[in-house]
């Protein structure tokens, strides 16, 4: 054992620290009464008390109510407190508009550095008070199974969204008024950031994260095909590099296949030091993951990857990488470097620098993923890559629980699984969890141009996808394994979004989308601002000040931060002004239009329902020699129609003949036996009644049939069902009943067989009288 094991690790004495302690040492002092009362919660949950029936209904609506209590107080707060440092960064702009010359620099830099500091507060109390509710709630669910709150949680957590609060916009108002202080004051400020914010400037590229339902994945892909081909990977590696979870293909093999079977082994501690600085981005953190395609037997080398967390992008970028052979990752881990001695001389120090980091963070594998990759990118041209991983599977792969380890602690992969190809059926509850979606990742490489690429606008827009900012498998396959570990510090706030099925329907999803749009107008605030500091000459700012922040753009009107991939298109290198594209772009020139003519179709009216756009019966003003066609390229050729199709119109035309038969059949048979009724007059105007609905019953049901069959000839898409028809039927069947009801009745009430009965029975006589009374 080398001299480096025998130094006493500091995680080893690292005190185990509850989520309580935790919330109770990062409470930021002056908002202390408005956190979630976790104690108060978990005292409420008798955790302690191990009677049989300890928990009755009293308990649980108290648990409830006070649950409900303190997201009410958390969210008011959080939104109250939002709109106050909004507040704020509008005076300090309204400083700038209207400047005098009794400008305090100090007092204004004073200011803008105070609510930096309380939006990075803001961002740490919604990630704390967040993880304290899904955990005290799992604890809840976990303790009293017969009263399952999760639910519950999820609908209040809809309606009162405080997790979701998107800080984008008091950031880019901040570093707006920073780089004012830069260029005219001289002032070296740097914007913190906040783990809700990714600001890309300094970035070539730019990555967005999306979820798929599994109805909508074949049109999502067919989608792309449309622009993009099928990514083959071999051996000549493809890559790039985002937070965590994409892939780069340098292995030695014959892997030319276009889905393979990604396998990726990530690496933390028990106290999931990794995890937590992961997800909150914390400076100089890193991630550690081994990765291979297929099955493991047939590597003979498997990639090891370092990435380092860059503040300068916000994703963790791959430092450092190397090739290892399985049979020496043991010793690697355990910091015995005897295989180095054939190796060369950089290559030792990286693999020095790994053991190193292994064990000065105790790390092991704790988490495996495996998922099929589909990539789309254009061979030789990175300006836009689309991955699409599927089939996404998480399981344990730790050693943390000494007596019971899930992974043999001497071995760095778990035997059962890789030996066995059949692995799934044999893995045991709360060892694995299947992602119900495909996870979509758009990479955009940034260019000068002022130019749209509308098919991925369109894509992103639609209600195929949902977008899930920041999304990483590494930390979603930690927090949905470990939810319980009381070292999990926080929770990413996607994790509730599990809890509802994001397939929706396009009218619902339009109507959402555009009552999203009208919501934003803080971006609105900050075009103004910015384009009132670029024509202000009260203050002689200098131009490279307004032109880059204007140039630049961060947002546009009604954009949010994640909608700004739609600036980014196919742009020559060599030309500066974006009016040409290179040839290798050829095939994406007619998703590419100008700026202005996007702006006049996004200036539309966005109020009015997709469907009644496209009609073809809308009014539309046409350009001067285009006149509005006769027919319709989509009603040319042959008109091919199912069987089917035609057999449900003539079966819906039989049973309106059932009707009219039936109808004149009561119609017949009333008025025949008119002569023997009691009423003679009141069974011949129900005869008429019934006549007239077998008229119309019969005209009705021959109408529908023409109808229809018109609409199927015409290829149109008007609804098939009406309403009218039935209602009529219907009613005057209840008229029919309802007459001869009231009628009938006081017929009979009023003959000489009535008066002997009445006489007999007296009581029956004023019941009968009193409703002939009150009634009629």
Known sequence: MSQQEQVSNPLNS???????????????????????????????????????????????????????QNLEKVYSFQHQKYDELNTQLNTLQHTIQTPDNKFDLNQFLSSLDEVLTLAQELDHFQRLNYTGFI??????????????????????????????????????????????????YDINQSLNKLSSFNDTDTSNYQSFKFWIHPDNLMEVKTTILRHLPVLIFNSNGIGGSDDDDDDEYDDDNDNNKHDPIINCLYFDNPHFDIYNSKLTKSPNSSTLRLKWLGNLAKHSKISMEKKNFDPSSENFNINEKLSIKPKNINSLINNRLNFLKKKETDEVEIFKKFGEFIYEQELQPVLRTVYKRTAFQIPGDDKIRITIDSNLLFIREDSFDKQRPIRDPTDWHRSDIDSNPNYEKYLRTGEFNRFPYSVMEIKIKRFSSNRKILWIEDLINSHLVKEIPNFSKFIHGISSLFLEDDHLDNIPFWYNELEQDIKIGPGQYFKQHSNSIKQENDDDNLNKFKSMVSNSNNLNLRKSFSGALLLDEPLQDGETPFRMLNKYAYDNDDSGDGSEVDESSEDLDDDLVPRDRINSIVNLDTSKNKLDIDSEDEEIELPPGVIKPESYIKNAGPLRIEPKVWLANERTFNRWLQVTTLLSSVTFIIYSSANKANDYDLSTYLAYVYFGLTLFSGIWGYYIFMRRREIIMERDGAHLDNMVGPL?????????LIFNFVFGFKRVYSSPAALEFYNEYPTHHKIHQFIVETLF
């Open 135 to 184: 955990k005290i709630v799992k604890k809840h669910d976990r303790l009293h199974p017969q009263f399952s709150v999760k639910p519950l949680l999820n609908v209040r957590l809809k309606d009162l969204p405080f997790h979701s609060e998107d800080y984008s916009p008091l950031l880019y108002k901040i570093s707006a008024l920073f780089q004012f202080l830069r260029e005219n």
């Open 14 to 68: 690292k005190p185990r620290m509850l989520f309580g302690n935790k919330l109770d040492q990062e409470i930021y002092g002056p908002w202390k009464q408005y956190y979630i009362d976790y104690t108060q919660l978990k005292r409420l949950l008798k955790e302690n008390v191990i009677l049989q029936d300890n928990w009755s209904e009293k308990d649980e609506q108290s648990f409830v109510k006070f649950l409900d």
């Open 728 to 736: 009529i039927v219907a009613g005057g069947l209840v008229f029919a």
